[in-house]
């Protein structure tokens, strides 16, 4: 920042399903150098993931303000306008250069509010901009995002696959492809069992998840003698009867039902030796950003948003979607070669992420991101 000349300020707004995106005192930190940043964070009334006293650590910085804003109505209640209503009122009152805002529309309500919104000066993060598997009310959803995103001008979406779908549904938006950061929760003392290989399934578990696929490989392989591994499951689910239905064998199975704590996240990474994402659709995935983190390999389905980010062999390994069969194959191939693969493969893939995932590329990529559009509104 030149002396005397007076910084840009971002108003910046985050819900609490997304904070683990954005709660990134690194990035701030150089964003901090030129502009200056009111968060605006929404935190749930109950249940939330984060509460105000994990940004602590954040107080000190130098030009970073952060406001907190409670939501405490359904997302059909109507109810909702007045939150909306607040929350727009909370930005209109604060002197603003560019909006960056990473929420979408969850319900009819939100409609406008986004609408009312200086598109101009707005930077729209998306996380889905097409409705997939993971939408529990996919006709209302694909309403609101057309009703939301046909009016956007600027939008950042976190890799290549969304980008490429977005650009299709609403080809006059202006795209921002910027990845993900890795997400670190901590760090663990823990070490990884010798004797059992711990294949994880980490998050809320729903439909779009397929982790019955994954029960059902492990059952199988069981079956055919193939011994010296656990399957643990970790996450909250609203019918957990219908998987606990699959698990034959519970003797190979570590559950763990119910929304996991972020201190508790470090050692669940720690114990364990590969990521299993057998997912039906994905864009991009948060989970699969705190594996890369914990040096962790991945195994997932060969759907195009996992392709954008594992390498065969390097930091992880793909199968056909859907395919039991093929889940099994490599599950067993893990299990054969992992007394003289598996620290090698650790080798390759701490290699790979450091060169991948540099946290001053992303810094930079955020930096043109938000001075590319502040030059257009001058």
Request: hydrophobic share 40%; proline share 4%; charged share 25%.
């Amino acid at each position: 920042m030149v002396p005397g000349i007076e910084k840009k300020i971002i108003v910046w707004i985050t819900p609490d399903n997304f904070l683990d995106c954005d709660f990134n005192p690194t990035l701030f930190n150089s964003l901090l150098v030129t502009y200056e940043i009111k968060w605006i964070i929404i935190l749930p009334r109950s249940g939330g993931f984060f509460e105000e006293s994990d940004f602590e650590e954040l107080n000190n910085l130098k030009g970073l303000e952060i406001q907190f804003i409670y939501s405490s109505y359904r997302q059909r209640d109507p109810r909702r306008l007045f939150f909306y209503f607040s929350l727009y009122r909370k930005i209109f009152n604060s002197p603003h250069d560019l909006l960056y805002l990473s929420y979408g529309p969850a319900d009819p309500y939100a409609i406008p509010f986004f609408w009312a919104l200086n598109k101009k000066k707005t930077i729209f993060a998306v996380h889905e901009g097409h409705v997939n598997d993971n939408f529990k009310f996919p006709f209302l959803s694909k309403i609101l995002l057309k009703s939301t995103y046909r009016h956007v001008r600027i939008v950042h979406l976190f890799s290549s696959f969304a980008a490429n779908v977005f650009h299709r549904y609403y080809p006059k938006a202006e795209i921002f492809m910027i990845k993900m950061a890795l997400k670190s929760f901590g760090q663990s003392n823990l070490q990884k069992c010798s004797k059992t290989v711990i294949f994880l399934s980490f998050g809320v578990i729903n439909y779009a998840k397929n982790i019955d696929l994954l029960i059902e490989a492990a059952c199988n392989i069981y079956e055919q003698g193939h011994r010296g591994f656990k399957i643990s499951i970790n996450g909250s689910c609203d019918n957990w009867g219908f998987y606990q239905s699959k698990i034959r064998y519970p003797e190979i199975f570590i559950c763990d039902i119910r929304k996991i704590k972020k201190s508790e996240i470090p050692d669940l990474f720690a114990q364990c030796h590969y990521l299993v994402q057998p997912y039906r659709s994905t864009s991009q995935s948060g989970v699969l950003k705190i594996a890369l983190n914990y040096n962790v390999p991945i195994i997932a389905s060969d759907l195009q948003g996992f392709k954008d980010e594992i390498e065969e062999g390097v930091n992880g390994f793909l199968f056909k979607t859907g395919d039991v069969k093929d889940l099994e194959n490599i599950l067993i191939k893990r299990l054969s070669e992992h007394d003289k693969e598996y620290d090698a493969l650790l080798v390759r893939m701490s290699n790979h992420t450091l060169l991948r995932h540099s946290l001053d590329k992303l810094n930079s990529q955020y930096l043109k991101m938000f001075k590319d559009v502040n030059d257009k509104n001058i």
